[in-house]
């Protein structure tokens, strides 16, 4: 395979995959970007009720900014991230995504208190919820129907694998037939349905993890965020990449990896994230020194050279 590096001042053509910003931008007309919250949630792998420890993998400062907090209320955290946004980004419209942990884990009035406390604030047209498919039910699902009536509303399920040793092995303390009952209680409500995926843990094989696009194409998704493994520190899976060092993902490896992986999508899916980032002073493997943009970049360029484009194997 041609190195990036060798190809990287071609010009690249549009995008080869359903971009999740070019999707909203054509329903809304205008730049629509996430405000990240923290609402103080926590996880049931983590208090004791399907487990202790959290997943192995899992350090929240690895990927949420530095003002999504619990220590600032939900109404201040929004209203830091909406003028940055606007500022940098030139944003116009605002999801508010509730992002660390677990959130959906709480009772149907708390978290109805809080999401249209969240969508109380001007310019917010929806929420994100990232949560885990074993802790929704259907008065969860009641509300955020309800919800979803008037607004924007999506819920990103955790599913990272659709192997049932991976999810032991990550400590995740539900199965994949959980992830199947939270999405066919959730589809045809009016609610958008995502689904995460973290790719290269080492539980599996390379035919295994293209098998999950396979596989997430029969169900009915609508968004998919995608990423390389990352080991990042105080975590347990630090601890045992420090015991027994497993092989993470090259930079040029994981660029065909992931066009290999969307091809095997169908074109309606929507590709929220491709790409994960944790801080220089926590990552540990893989240290690769790319921004969020030049993995774009990178990737289309790798993406035209293979002739790839999300659905060609469909």
Same mark, same amino acid.
């Given at each position: ?33 996430? /405000?990240? /919250? ?9 208090? !004791? ?24 209320? *939900? ?38 208190? *809080?999401?249209?406390? #969240?969508?109380?604030?001007? !310019? ?52 994949? #037939? ?20 973290? +790719? ?15 596989? +997430?194409?029969? *169900? ?29 993902? !090259? ?6 990896? +992931? #066009?290999?992986?969307?091809?095997? +999508? ?16 926590? *990552?540990? #493997? ?15 360029? /790798? ?12």
């Amino acid at each position: 395979m041609m190195k990036v590096a060798e190809i990287s001042n071609k010009k690249t053509s549009m995008r080869r995959y359903n971009a999740f910003g070019q999707y909203m931008k054509d329903l809304y007309h205008v730049p629509v970007y996430k /405000v990240n /919250v923290d609402a103080g949630f926590t996880c049931p792998n983590r208090d !004791g009720t399907v487990a202790t420890g959290g997943c192995i993998y899992c350090n929240n400062d690895s990927f949420r900014p530095t003002a999504c907090t619990s220590t600032s209320s *939900l109404r201040e955290q929004i209203a830091k991230g909406i003028p940055y946004l606007r500022s940098r980004y030139g944003a116009e419209k605002f999801i508010v995504y509730f992002q660390p942990y677990t959130n959906t884990y709480a009772s149907v009035a708390v978290l109805e208190r *809080l999401y249209r406390e #969240a969508l109380d604030n001007p !310019g917010v047209i929806g929420l994100a919820i990232g949560t885990r498919p074993d802790c929704v039910d259907k008065e969860k699902i009641a509300l955020l129907e309800t919800l979803a009536q008037d607004h924007f509303v999506l819920v990103e399920y955790g599913l990272q694998s659709i192997y049932d040793k991976t999810l032991e092995f990550i400590n995740r303390g539900h199965d994949y #037939a959980c992830f199947k009952n939270a999405l066919a209680m959730t589809v045809d409500r009016g609610i958008r349905v995502g689904a995460h995926l973290i +790719l290269g843990l080492p539980t599996e094989t390379r035919d295994e993890t293209l098998g999950m696009a396979d596989e +997430l194409s029969q *169900l009915p998704i609508e968004f998919l965020k995608i990423h390389q493994l990352q080991v990042v520190k105080e975590t347990a899976l630090a601890e045992l990449y420090a015991a027994r060092p497993f092989p993470t993902f !090259g930079y040029e490896e994981y660029l065909s990896m +992931l #066009a290999d992986f969307i091809e095997r +999508l169908p074109p309606r899916i929507i590709l929220q994230r491709l790409f994960a980032a944790a801080p220089d002073d926590i *990552l540990i #493997a893989p240290v690769w020194n790319k921004t969020r943009s030049e993995f774009l970049r990178d990737l289309d360029i /790798v993406m035209e050279k293979q002739g790839s484009y999300q659905g060609k194997k469909r």
